[in-house]
């Protein structure tokens, strides 16, 4: 899919940066929850450390942790030590 911008959003963008609309919507999929923080940061084209950089800088933060992340990683944690014990 090709997406074209209205001429409206290039005085926005513009001082965002070299590949601010690719930033941006990558962002926003995260944001949304749609697509995982490495998948943003891929379409984005910028490795963990700027695309969180970015995330902080423009939003004011970063990693978004919800409860079922949590949830999810603590009954995997469980699962892992039942499993060695």
Do not use: N, W
Request: hydrophobic fraction near 55%.
């Amino acid at each position: 899919m090709t997406v074209t911008l209205k001429t409206e959003f290039d005085a926005v963008l513009e001082p965002l940066g070299k590949d601010a609309a690719e930033f941006f919507l990558a962002a926003s999929l995260y944001h949304a929850q749609k697509i995982s923080f490495a998948a943003a940061a891929a379409l984005a084209c910028l490795s963990f450390k700027e695309f969180l950089f970015r995330l902080r800088e423009h939003f004011g933060r970063g990693l978004i942790v919800t409860d079922e992340i949590i949830e999810e990683d603590l009954e995997t944690v469980a699962e892992l030590l039942a499993e060695q014990a």
